[in-house]
């Protein structure tokens, strides 16, 4: 397996532009997560989904900040419009849940910087 | 709520020096336990993990953990570190929800 899939790996953009992140989470995994990492705040979940529907979305910033998963292989994180303290590392994790014990496997991430 | 407590924040060791790691958990029910490593520049990896059994786990590249109930301790061991184990290391907890709770992450520096 190709493991956990997410592009691009670096995204630079100006303030106000809109951004989409991708991911396409391992075959076979119904749960996907969204994580925020930097150096000020550490790691934090974003959304997460089951079998393509959101089951918590708290962590999510704000309204300029969406995420969806229209179907099992492919996820997208939009922020519209982005502002340079979204500046972070995003990663989308997959698993399969409690029945995978919560074991959740982890893409190379974007680095996006808003300028 | 659950909260994972890892209250080295940065570790600075020798190589073949040993090393521990702690982590504490909130959580009195049934729980399992990750160790993640975070290598620079990388995304967070498996090392480790405990569902049940035998308290003592072990993991990649010589790691293990002990899991201590009575103490909600899930520390993380290795004899004697490398320079290439410079990275970041993060504990996770798993309550029986379907995600995970993260540590806040220790940074460990291996000095050759």
Redesign the interface.
Known sequence: DAGVIQSPRHEVTEMGQEVTLRCKPISGHDYLFWYRQTMMRGLELLIYFNNNVPIDDSGMPEDRFSAKMPNASFSTLKIQPSEPRDSAVYFCASGLGLAGGGTQYFGPGTRLTVL | AQSVSQHNHHVILSEAASLELGCNYSYGGTV?L?W?VQYPG?????LL?Y?SGDPLVKGIKGFEAEFIKSKFSFNLRKPSVQWSDTAEY?CAV?D?????F?G??TRLTVIP
């Open positions: 399992n990750f993640y990388q995304h967070l990896q498996l993990k569902f993060f798993n029986g929800a379907n995600n995970l993260f806040t992450g």
